[in-house]
């Protein structure tokens, strides 16, 4: 008799747990992301050492260079100014869709906004600057440092993610992505401004002219893209989730690695450079399938 009793309980004992192990939560399957964050700065390029020679006339009339006219002294009156350039943090923003076919491989296209403003500076490294009239090349210099320049990037990247936790409330992720990246403006051209000793005669107001030290003839494009990320997604209801992911965005940029000419042209090369960026976003869950109940 004590054996007939005690087999139903050992049943029902050891049925219940496996009967909650295989209960499940929902999977979310095609789900879209709208997310923002900052990404860190770097430094870019620096130039030690640019002559800059004394512009030969004034009010915004320049015909060449200064010379010396001594007999001690020959060529241009110059100036040699330090130019550095680094990539300040900034803002990125992206947006992307993601479709799971099974519960932990999905497949990811994303469109990603970069900001890169510029943190430029100058310095004159053979102090006193020469005699001017117009303070031209200071003035030139001081300009280039409070410019703020910028420009920035658009890529569009298609990749794979892989979650560890797809049904349950937090789940941790890792993605890898390759495209293309689109700038709206180069990294290398540097120039300042120069209010001259002139005035306009239809404002009043005094000239100003841009002295172009380096010209980007050629800036880029176009370039490849690489994009890592590893975060986590939160249930928030059954049809929203909240993100948070630390990422890497990996760019090519072109730097400066030479003093420019009298024409404005330096030696210049393209660098790999990595934008560690920290996002949250917001998941709206556009498909999912419900987990086991039994």
Same mark, same amino acid.
């Given at each position: 008799?004590?054996?007939?009793?005690?087999?139903?309980?050992?049943?029902?004992? $050891? #049925?219940?747990? &496996?009967? =909650?192990? +295989?209960?499940?939560?929902?999977?979310? *399957?095609?789900?879209?992301?709208?997310? %923002?964050?900052?990404?860190?700065?770097?430094?870019?390029?620096?130039?030690?050492?640019?002559?800059?020679?004394?512009?030969?006339?004034?009010?915004?009339?320049?015909?060449?260079?200064?010379?010396?006219?001594?007999?001690?002294?020959?060529?241009?009156?110059?100036?040699?100014?330090?130019?550095?350039?680094? $990539? #300040?943090?900034? &803002?990125? =923003?992206? +947006?992307?869709?993601?479709?799971?076919? *099974?519960?932990?491989?999905?497949?990811? %296209?994303?469109?990603?906004?970069?900001?890169?403003?510029?943190?430029?500076?100058?310095?004159?490294?053979?102090?006193?600057?020469?005699?001017?009239?117009?303070?031209?090349?200071?003035?030139?210099?001081?300009?280039?440092?409070?410019?703020?320049?910028?420009?920035?990037?658009?890529?569009?990247?298609?990749?794979?993610?892989?979650?560890?936790?797809?049904?349950?409330?937090?789940?941790?992720?890792?993605?890898?992505?390759?495209?293309?990246?689109?700038?709206?403006?180069?990294?290398?051209?540097?120039?300042?401004?120069?209010?001259?000793?002139?005035?306009?005669?239809?404002?009043?107001?005094?000239?100003?002219?841009?002295?172009?030290?380096?010209?980007?003839?050629?800036?880029?494009?176009?370039?490849?893209?690489?994009?890592?990320?590893?975060?986590?997604?939160?249930?928030?209801?059954?049809?929203?989730?909240?993100?948070?992911?630390?990422?890497?965005?990996?760019?090519?940029?072109?730097?400066?690695?030479?003093?420019?000419?009298?024409?404005?042209?330096?030696?210049?090369?393209?660098?790999?450079?990595?934008?560690?960026?920290?996002?949250?976003?917001?998941?709206?869950?556009?498909?999912?399938?419900?987990?086991?109940?039994?």
């Amino acid at each position: 008799m004590k054996l007939l009793v005690s087999v139903p309980i050992v049943f029902a004992l $050891v #049925s219940a747990p &496996l009967a =909650l192990q +295989a209960q499940e939560g929902d999977q979310t *399957n095609l789900v879209l992301s709208i997310y %923002g964050g900052i990404n860190a700065g770097h430094s870019l390029w620096s130039i030690a050492r640019q002559p800059i020679c004394v512009l030969l006339g004034g009010g915004g009339n320049y015909t060449s260079c200064e010379t010396f006219k001594t007999p001690t002294d020959s060529g241009n009156v110059s100036d040699t100014l330090a130019f550095a350039r680094d $990539v #300040s943090s900034s &803002l990125l =923003l992206g +947006a992307a869709v993601s479709y799971f076919p *099974n519960s932990h491989i999905g497949f990811q %296209g994303q469109i990603y906004y970069l900001g890169l403003s510029f943190d430029d500076r100058c310095r004159n490294v053979g102090a006193p600057y020469q005699p001017d009239t117009e303070n031209k090349n200071q003035q030139l210099c001081d300009s280039f440092g409070g410019t703020g320049a910028s420009a920035s990037a658009v890529a569009f990247i298609g990749g794979i993610t892989f979650r560890a936790a797809p049904h349950h409330t937090i789940s941790p992720y890792l993605r890898a992505g390759v495209g293309i990246t689109t700038y709206t403006g180069g990294t290398l051209s540097v120039s300042g401004e120069i209010v001259t000793n002139g005035t306009d005669p239809n404002t009043g107001q005094p000239i100003v002219v841009s002295r172009a030290v380096v010209v980007d003839t050629t800036p880029k494009t176009t370039s490849w893209t690489l994009q890592f990320g590893a975060g986590f997604t939160a249930r928030l209801s059954p049809g929203y989730q909240f993100r948070i992911e630390l990422q890497d965005a990996i760019l090519p940029l072109e730097r400066l690695i030479g003093p420019a000419n009298d024409f404005g042209q330096a030696p210049h090369e393209t660098k790999i450079y990595h934008h560690i960026g920290l996002t949250v976003g917001l998941d709206v869950v556009l498909e999912h399938k419900r987990g086991r109940r039994y």
